[in-house]
């Protein structure tokens, strides 16, 4: 019979599988739109806020977020998370609409590395021998895709450097996933309902186009979408994360760049030629040696807490 543990652990990894997957296919998605990437941006917002509100109404804690907004640390740290949550989402949509998806790809690969930089940066953490060298090994793969192609490959960087620093001030934040998803929100909302206020005065509003006779009703329908889509990710990762082990969400998060990839090689042939791809070999490599350096840093510390375990029960007797 199978335990509860074990059921709990298939259920979180494929409640993360299902997030990740859902991340991975979002260019399908944003393929489908006809808006420009700064409208898709402010209905993103705007059915986000809803869409959670519910969510939280719903689940009856939306008074601890509004008891939240009473402190000025809380709110500044969540403005400055929003403008990087922001600028995340318009880089990626913007590269989906100008066929940079395998560009935007590498973005997600290198995030994780990017995360531990910030930790050494901003939250004084320290790297072990192993970290180390998987950055340098990734520096390697980015400095190779800049001297062939003759620039910085910003768009992955910048998605990289927006999530990873997003990821950081998340952590150290005092709000809930969702309380802390929801506030951003709320500090876009202005901005997001404004935009799309003036479009909609000007008579260039997709979303409310679509909603006027003679329209196109299917694009207004995937606009209010951006909601239920960019939040169920979330709610999966968040439900599934908490049942399985740092390690293997580790692991399971490279699904989405690495589906994205093949959505922007095999479906839309953007390209990849050979020396693209010994960049974007490195960078995996480091990836590589980051996952078994993690891996091996886990198991010793869990062979340490073992012996100190039975360490212990011997002092005990």
């Known amino acids: 019979m199978t ?29 489908a739109l006809t808006a420009t990437p700064l409208e898709v941006l402010a209905n993103r917002v705007v059915w986000s806020a809803l869409f959670l509100a519910l969510v939280l109404a719903a689940r009856g804690r939306m008074r ?64 072990r021998a192993g970290q180390r060298l ?14 062939h192609f003759g620039q910085l490959p910003w768009v992955g960087l910048a998605l990289a450097v927006t999530f990873g620093s997003y990821g950081a001030l998340r952590k150290t934040g005092a709000l809930g996933a969702l309380e802390g998803l929801m506030l951003e929100q709320v500090i876009m909302l202005p901005l997001a309902a404004g935009f799309l206020a003036w479009l909609a005065w000007r008579g260039e509003s997709t979303l409310f186009g679509g909603l006027s006779f003679g329209g196109a009703p299917a694009q207004s329908a995937l606009l209010a979408l951006s909601g ?11 439900a599934g994360a908490r049942r399985i082990p740092l390690s293997l969400v580790g692991v399971l998060q490279y ?39 993690g891996a091996w840093t886990a198991r010793l510390r869990r062979r340490e807490a073992r012996k100190d375990e039975l360490s212990l029960g011997a002092t005990g007797r």
């Open 3 to 31: 335990s509860s543990a074990d059921r709990d652990r298939r259920t979180g990894i494929s409640l993360s599988v299902a997030a990740y997957l859902a991340w991975g296919a979002f260019p399908l998605y944003f393929k």
């Open 134 to 147: 998987a950055i340098a090994t990734a520096a390697a793969g980015v400095a190779w895709l800049t001297f």
């Open 255 to 293: 699904i989405s760049p690495s589906l994205q990839l093949l959505l922007g090689v095999l479906v839309w042939h953007e390209p990849f030629t050979p020396a693209r791809l010994l960049g974007y070999a490195l960078i995996w490599l480091a990836l590589l040696i980051y996952s078994l350096e």
């Open 228 to 238: 239920p889509l960019s939040s169920i990710p979330l709610l999966l990762f968040a």
């Open 64 to 127: 601890r977020l509004w008891a939240s907004v009473s402190s000025r640390r809380v709110v500044l740290g969540s403005a400055l998370s929003a403008g990087l949550l922001a600028l995340n989402w318009f880089v990626y949509i913007w590269a989906v609409a100008q066929r940079r998806v395998v560009d935007a790809s590498l973005g997600y690969f290198i995030t994780p590395l990017f995360s531990v930089l910030v930790g050494v940066l901003l939250l004084g953490e320290s790297l």
